[in-house]
């Protein structure tokens, strides 16, 4: 190959004043404000914000599920059409198929691509064994523990070679130690294959941890706050999560997070049942409130 003139990488994601309305009971809801963000090719960029401020909605749109209402949305510069198999996605729910076997799992995108048996069996091998789950490849996901299940479908989402994962709160449903084991484990599959992350979190620990750039979301309609590069050396290792660069990061995040949390609680308990406890508060207002 011509080291001289390598191909453009690949993974490029471009959301550009991303509009997503949503119908409910004859009400229009503003999901998405005006919402630009960038993942460059092979980044790692995590999204945080408050419940309900349009995360999820914003990663369903980059991944073909959800129609933007207005903006542009492009990967590699093409526009989005419905999901395909540049972008893996994972979610907090595990859904692998229970009557298929590990390996089967992993193979499925491949087969429905029509790679040969040989070529299929061969990457979900790579693969599992890049997750350590190798010795498990024969069993079935009903056998496994949730940490093993996720694993196994960051996996299936990265059979096909995709060029951007996408995943929303994917170790949501895990206790807190197998999320820490799960993070370094994605942080190392992701050091060896240099594909862009969307990840989407609530976890501010885990978003620094992981992360080359956070964007903070507003309460609803979400729109970007902020954009913290995070500046920390790779490999990550769970004891730079003790050091004062990653603290300060959190800390700074948590602040913003916290604004709008409270900003969030506020207009819902203003205009809710719970007026009256608003008369209530203090010189501390909200924050001394709920402490
Ligand atoms: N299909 C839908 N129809 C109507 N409203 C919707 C729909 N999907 C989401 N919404 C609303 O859009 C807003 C954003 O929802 P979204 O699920 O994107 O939030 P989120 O940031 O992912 O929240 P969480 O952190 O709780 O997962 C919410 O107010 C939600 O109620
Ligand atoms: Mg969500």
């Known amino acids: 190959m011509d080291m001289s003139n390598p191909p453009p990488p690949k993974g490029l994601i471009r959301v550009e004043r991303l509009q997503v309305q949503f119908e409910a009971g004859g009400k229009q809801v503003q999901a998405v404000d005006d919402v630009s963000i960038r993942v460059e ?3 790692f960029v995590s999204i945080i914000g408050p419940s309900g401020c349009g995360k999820s909605t914003l990663l369903n749109v980059v991944a ?19 999901p395909g198999a540049d972008r893996g996605v994972v979610f907090q729910q595990y859904s692998l198929f229970p009557w298929m076997t590990v390996r089967r799992n992993v193979e499925f995108g491949l087969k429905m691509k029509g790679v040969p048996r040989a070529m299929r ?10 997750a350590g789950l190798l010795a498990f490849e024969n069993h079935y996901p009903d056998q496994l523990s949730g940490g093993m299940k ?3 479908g960051i996996v299936r989402a990265l059979a096909t070679s995709p060029q951007v994962l996408l995943m929303d ?4 449903a895990l206790d807190a130690q197998t999320r820490v084991v799960m993070q370094e484990i994605l942080t190392n599959m992701w050091q060896k294959l240099r594909i862009s992350v969307l990840f989407i979190t609530h976890d501010i620990d885990e978003a620094v941890f992981l992360s080359d750039r956070i964007y903070v979301m ?12 995070v500046n920390l050396p790779r490999p990550r290792t769970a004891a730079m999560t003790a050091g004062p660069d990653f603290l300060g990061l ?3 995040i948590k602040q913003l997070i916290r604004e709008e949390s409270l900003q969030a609680m506020g207009s819902e308990l203003a ?4 007026q009256g406890f608003l008369t209530e508060l203090g010189p501390g207002g909200v924050e001394a409130a709920i402490h």
């Open 41 to 43: 090719p092979g980044e």
């Open 250 to 252: 959190v800390q700074q």
């Open 218 to 229: 507003t309460a609803r309609p979400g729109r970007i706050k902020a954009e913290i590069p």
């Open 150 to 152: 996720q694993r196994v």
């Open 169 to 172: 709160e994917p170790f949501g």
């Open 271 to 274: 205009d809710g049942a719970l």
């Open 64 to 82: 073909g599920f959800l129609p933007a209402s207005g903006g542009t949305v492009l990967v590699d510069g093409q526009g989005i059409h419905g």
């Open 121 to 130: 069996e061969s990457a979900a091998r790579t693969l599992l064994s890049i």
